[in-house]
Nanobody, 121 residues
């Protein structure tokens, strides 16, 4: 069973920075699409950033130029560097991973439990 462990959330003032990490475990064979999603209070969960197997990245418009997603396939990890944080970036950030795992190399989709990011003005 694939397990995702997130870290790096916290509380910062506007203009500050945080770095989120997500590490996948559980006989991972390959990671395909990995990304970060955010759920703000009273809103649905939205994609913040994704990175494909070939390194192509996609960002939500509101974070372009401030956030950077990266991955380290040797460590089964995906990261989100967040700079120039704004109060509207506040929310629960969840890691998403799509890939293959196990002896039979089966596809999986997994979500992390989420880490809180709070940006104060």
């Amino acid at each position: 069973q694939v397990r995702l462990v997130e870290s790096g959330g916290g509380s910062v003032q506007a203009g500050g920075s945080l770095r989120l990490s997500c590490v996948a475990s559980g006989n991972i064979r390959s990671l395909h699409v990995t990304g970060w999603y955010r759920q703000s209070p009273g809103k649905q969960r939205d994609m913040v950033a994704e990175i494909a197997l070939n390194g192509v990245t996609t960002y939500r418009d509101s974070v372009k130029g401030r956030f950077t997603i990266s991955r380290d396939d040797a460590k089964n990890a995906v990261y989100l560097e967040m700079n120039l944080l704004k109060p509207e970036d506040t929310g629960v950030y969840s890691c998403y991973v799509n890939g293959t795992a196990g002896y039979y190399v089966r596809s999986f989709d997994s979500w992390g439990q989420g880490t809180q990011v709070t940006v104060s003005s």
